[in-house]
């Protein structure tokens, strides 16, 4: 089993900056990609970004390119999303996930919710106009 964990979310006016957390715990040496998704209210889960764990190659949402940076830690098990010129439209519940047991190759299942086994809590973050 894996554990994640989210933090980082809280209210931030348009331009700002948050870093979000997730913090993975229990069998983390078996993910292979971690993803960032989120949510707003009345409307699908959407990408953000997402990491390879081991080699570091990242992928973004095109809404996201350029204002956000998805970075891991490996030493401390943990990836982060930094989140710059934020923008209304983020505003949503953001959620981390893993990917275990064997990679994901293609960049279009990266970007698919479906191929992760592994979802944190969620953690809010709100950008005021």
């Known amino acids: 089993q894996v554990q994640l964990v989210e933090s980082g979310g809280g209210l931030v006016q348009a331009g700002g900056s948050l870093r979000l957390s997730c913090a993975t715990s229990?069998?983390?040496?078996?993910?292979?990609?971690m993803g960032w998704f989120r949510q707003a209210p009345g409307k699908e889960r959407e990408f953000v970004a997402a990491?390879?764990?081991?080699?570091?190659?990242?992928a973004y949402a095109d809404s996201v390119k350029g204002r956000f940076t998805i970075s891991r830690d490996n030493a401390k098990n943990t990836v982060y999303l930094r989140m710059n010129s934020l923008k209304p439209e983020d505003t949503a519940v953001y959620y981390c996930?893993?990917?275990?047991?064997?990679?994901?190759?293609?960049?279009?299942?990266?970007?698919?919710?479906?191929?992760?086994?592994?979802w944190g809590q969620g953690t809010q973050v709100t950008v005021s106009s």
């Open positions: 990491i390879n764990w081991s080699g570091g190659g990242t």
């Open positions: 229990g069998r983390t040496f078996s993910i292979y990609n």
């Open positions: 996930a893993a990917r275990r047991g064997r990679p994901l190759k293609l960049i279009g299942q990266w970007k698919n919710a479906d191929e992760y086994d592994a």
